[in-house]
Nanobody
Framework: QVNLVESGGGLVQSGGSLNLSCIVS????????LGWYRQAPGKQRELAAT???????KFADSVKGRFTISRDNREGSVFLQMKNLKPEDTAVYYC????????????WGQGTLVNVSS
C-alpha cells in the first residue's frame, strides 16, 4: 500500500518561512507527478505547486515567487519551501503523488497544518 507521510507544518508569523516534506513509501514504485495542494478553513482545496519527474513546475498565481517545490527521485520525496508567508496561506497542506503501479493512480497524504499569524 502506498503511503505518503508529511511533516513540517506549524505556526509561523507573517513574512516568515516554513518548509514541508513528504516521503512516499510502499516499495519499488514509479513516481510521476508530485505536488502540494492546500485547503483553507471554509474554502475549497486548491493546487499550490506541482513538479513533474523531469523537474517542470507549476504554481498557483497566489504563491508564485514565494514558494519553491523540489523532489528527490532517489528517495521518492517532494518538498515545498515557503517564504514570505501571508495569513491567507493558512491551510492544511496535502501531499499529492501520481504513481505507476501497473496503472497510474493518485495518492494523498494526511495533511499538515500551516498557520500563518498576522
Amino acid at each position: 500500500q502506498v503511503n505518503l507521510v508529511e511533516s513540517g507544518g506549524g505556526l509561523v508569523q507573517s513574512g516568515g518561512s516554513l518548509n514541508l516534506s513528504c516521503i512516499v513509501s510502499g516499495g519499488v514504485i514509479s513516481i510521476y507527478g508530485l505536488g502540494w495542494y492546500r485547503q483553507a478553513p471554509g474554502k475549497q482545496r486548491e493546487l499550490a505547486a506541482t513538479i513533474s519527474r523531469a523537474g517542470n513546475t507549476k504554481f498557483a498565481d497566489s504563491v508564485k515567487g514565494r514558494f519553491t517545490i523540489s523532489r528527490d527521485n532517489r528517495e521518492g520525496s517532494v518538498f515545498l519551501q515557503m517564504k514570505n508567508l501571508k495569513p491567507e496561506d493558512t491551510a492544511v497542506y496535502y501531499c499529492y503523488a501520481q504513481i505507476g503501479l501497473g496503472a497510474l493512480t493518485e495518492h494523498w497524504g494526511q495533511g499538515t497544518l500551516v498557520n500563518v499569524s498576522s
